[in-house]
């Protein structure tokens, strides 16, 4: 019952903050694997191969998909679940989702084995990068249920009030990725091989530990059981869920428009220094995102109690806490900008100009990226997957591609780069006005 008092603690700026820190940190954790791969492979291969893992994040992100519709989705229903008194129902589902992912991870394993090269060429690869992604992918296929996992356990530790140990376990993730990078790329000279088995064993380790320690103890909040089949709570934890899968495929779509578009107006060049900037966006984005995970549990517990005056609280420190947290990034983006882009292109000019100029143009939607990942967390932690996931695809879909078909024509590469802030401000407008639709939810009537 630990991890139900921790949840009814009373809401604070300070306690919120404690609680979440774990995750956020954990979220910050798990871009950095990606990040250090492109620090090694672009030092020690070339950029060519960094464009290379670029052309392959949509796999990457679909993997990971499946994990956070699991993880959010599931993880909100169990919640809600423990808050309504549920606790039998909430473990049984808890398995069952498990039991679905696995089953789904290893069909996802055998079509992308099957099918890589067509696919790799669909992404946007040419005859010179295809060699690169294949060579990088291959040892990431055979981790696929364990990249799966690990985003889903993340949430569940929040749930049984163990996000301390979600923290532990991508810092080691994270070190041993770092570790093996430095080990196998830049000591043993294995190229994109090493990298790609230094993040496969990253995501494994910490995955399979995650596994065991819901295996085994019955003393928790929640734990894994002989799992019931229940058609109602699939379908109901991947709708809820949908909206972060649909935002993650969705950013795949744009990642592949991108590098096509990238590639006609400045060749492997532009798709590196996209690369990079990706790689910044996914660290900053991994903070905001990792706050409305860490405190999601806390809002799905409060919303199955029907406790308004609580979620009110959540709801008005979350925005203020992620004002202030969006305008320290972006401050920091502008005075640190040029340390960032040439930590992964110190032996290509042309890359780190074009990152550079890019990053300014991009750092200027930070603030209204924050609550456009908030706005999307808050409403599935809500248990509300439909406005979730029309916040997610309007954003990396709708208010992204329209723009980047159009800008490139007018401004060039620049437009490439504009078009990212236009996006995230058409996504702001929207997510202000379902926060003003659904505010009844959360907000405490007058009398």
Not at 9 to 29: C, E, G, M, N, Q
Request: aromatic share 14%; with cysteine; hydrophobic share 55%.
């Amino acid at each position: 019952m630990e991890s139900r008092i921790e949840i009814e603690h009373p809401i604070s700026f300070r306690w919120l903050i404690a609680f979440a820190l774990p995750t956020i940190i954990s979220a910050i954790f798990m871009n950095v694997y990606s990040a250090v791969d492109g620090v090694f492979v672009a030092r020690f291969v070339n950029t060519d191969a960094l464009s290379a893992i670029n052309i392959t994040l949509p796999i990457t992100y679909l993997i990971t998909a499946i994990g956070m519709m699991f993880g959010s989705g599931g993880n909100a229903l169990v919640a809600r679940k423990i808050g309504e008194g549920k606790e039998r129902e909430a473990k049984e589902d808890f398995s069952l989702l498990i039991v679905v992912a696995f089953l789904s991870s290893i069909l996802l394993a055998i079509l992308f084995f099957v099918f890589l090269r067509p696919i790799c060429r669909l992404l946007g690869s040419d005859d010179t990068l295809l060699p690169y992604c294949v060579e990088y992918m291959l040892p990431i296929f055979a981790v696929i249920p364990f990249t799966v996992f690990g985003s889903m356990f993340q949430m569940s530790y929040i749930t049984v009030g163990k996000a301390k140990l979600g923290l532990g376990l991508s810092v080691l993730g994270g070190v041993l990725n770092i570790v093996l990078d430095w080990l196998f790329v830049a000591v043993f000279r294995w190229g994109l091989t090493g990298a790609s088995v230094a993040t496969s064993i990253g995501y494994s380790v910490p995955s399979v530990i995650g596994l065991i320690f819901f295996a085994v103890g019955r003393k928790k909040i929640l734990y894994i059981v002989k799992p019931k089949w229940r058609a109602k709570t699939l379908i109901k934890s991947c709708t809820n869920g949908a909206s972060e899968m649909v935002s993650v495929l969705a950013f795949s779509v744009v990642t592949i428009l991108f590098n096509h578009i990238l590639m006609g107006l400045a060749g492997s060049d532009g798709v590196a220094a996209l690369s990079i900037i990706w790689y910044a966006q996914g660290l900053f984005g991994g903070l905001f995102r990792g706050y409305i995970t860490g405190i999601s549990s806390v809002v799905s517990y409060n919303f199955g109690r029907a406790d308004k005056e609580r979620l009110s609280k959540l709801f008005s420190i979350s925005v203020k806490t992620i004002g202030v947290a969006a305008l320290v990034v972006t401050v920091g983006s502008f005075l640190f900008g040029a340390n960032v882009v040439s930590v992964f292109s110190r032996d290509n000019q042309t890359v780190q100009e074009i990152a550079l100029h890019g990053f300014y143009i991009v750092a200027v939607s930070f603030l209204m990226m924050a609550y456009n990942v908030f706005s999307s967390g808050w409403f599935t932690a809500l248990n509300d997957g439909r406005t979730s996931a029309i916040l997610s695809f309007s954003r990396t879909i709708v208010f992204l591609v329209l723009p980047v078909l159009l800008l490139p024509r007018i401004f060039g590469i620049n437009g490439v780069w504009l078009s990212m802030s236009a996006g995230e401000a058409m996504s702001l407008m929207m997510a202000i006005y379902y926060f003003l639709k659904y505010k009844k939810i959360w907000t405490k009537e007058c009398a």
